[in-house]
């Protein structure tokens, strides 16, 4: 086990960009960045691209009520 999963989860916003339509955002709770990235990669379409937009405070993902491995439209 790697020390980045015993890690406690951090609030990212990842961006998913697909050709003609605008970009989305959506906020992840994962243990790290790769993994916010894989979690929604797997749950997009073929012909996107995904990266990570910036990270959301602890206080901004608890008012969100974020719960680990959600995905959520920002």
Known sequence: ?????????????????????????????????????????ESAADDVEVEIAGQLSKRMARSLKLQPGEIRFI
Request: charged letters at 20%; glycine letters at 0%; proline letters at 2%.
């Open 1 to 41: 086990m790697t020390q980045a999963s015993n890690a406690a989860p951090q609030a990212f916003l990842v961006a998913v960009k697909q050709r003609r339509e605008q970009v989305r955002v959506y906020a992840v709770l994962a243990s790290d960045a790769d993994a916010a990235v894989e979690l929604v990669t």
